[in-house]
């Protein structure tokens, strides 16, 4: 008799049916937290519990957002800025947690940084991956933005930042600036607020300026600085963050 817990596809015999790949990804599935929905876990049941009245802004992203060490103090007594960014994942990923990680926190706004990831190649070419992405990310994006839009909530959309090639980034600069132009005219249609983190951090070439990163992706403290100026104006109007 065939293991119900290994039946196999709909008009399949055995286990032998599944594909390698569709046996692995179910098995991921089930094994592993894709969506890492165990980091914030406890963080987002004691921010849920905790007497602290003040809104809150919820940054969902990547590495970049979560090594920025000072976003905290975004924050003031009126706003408590929250860091939710998680290293190496791309827009799906945040998809699969934003209503954990963001919606669940009741925010009154939400600021949301992803792509660089997703652009990110493995194997081959860069620039090989730059069309798929782009259409991961958009979609991505439109999913998490009419979630939040459902909830009442109002989203900062970021640009990807650019990297510098003249480091091992493994990213196509071309298919960020692609990916970034798609953002920008969602953020329009959908009037949503736009934080250009490429263009102020990008050199006169399109290359992240090296005197705001070390490896080529990710901002140093001065990076950080610029990303913040960007960014102020387009916070809730009750957290006035100087620049």
């Known amino acids: 008799m065939t293991n119900p817990q290994l039946a196999p596809p709909l008009g399949g015999v055995d286990v032998g049916d599944y594909s390698l790949r569709d046996f692995a990804a179910k098995w991921l599935m089930q094994q ?3 969506a890492e929905l165990g980091k914030y876990r406890a963080a987002n049941r004691a921010v849920i519990a905790s007497k602290d009245t003040r809104k809150r802004i919820v940054f969902v992203g990547d590495s970049i957002t979560e090594l920025w060490s000072d976003l905290e103090s975004l924050g003031n007594t009126e706003i408590a800025a929250l860091n939710r960014g998680i290293s190496g994942q791309n827009s799906t990923q945040m998809l699969l947690r934003f209503e954990d990680d963001a919606i669940a926190l009741a925010p009154a706004q939400i600021v949301l940084l992803c792509g660089t990831n997703d652009l990110r190649c493995y194997v081959g070419e860069a620039a090989s991956v730059g069309e798929s992405a782009r259409q991961a990310i958009v979609r991505n994006v439109t999913s998490m ?7 009442n909530i109002p989203i900062v959309l ?10 091992t980034v493994y990213r196509d600069p071309r298919s960020i600036v692609r990916s970034n132009d798609c953002l920008a005219t969602f953020a329009a249609q959908r009037r949503l607020s736009f934080a250009d983190y490429h263009g102020a951090l990008a050199d006169s070439s399109g290359a992240l300026n090296e005197i705001y990163s070390e490896d080529g992706v990710h901002p140093n403290a001065r990076g950080y600085a610029i990303m913040r100026a960007v960014l102020a104006p387009l916070l809730a109007p009750c957290a006035c963050v100087a620049a």
């Open 32 to 34: 592993c937290d894709l």
């Open 145 to 151: 933005t009419d979630i939040a839009l459902a909830h």
């Open 158 to 167: 970021c640009a990807i930042p650019p990297v510098n090639v003249a480091k």
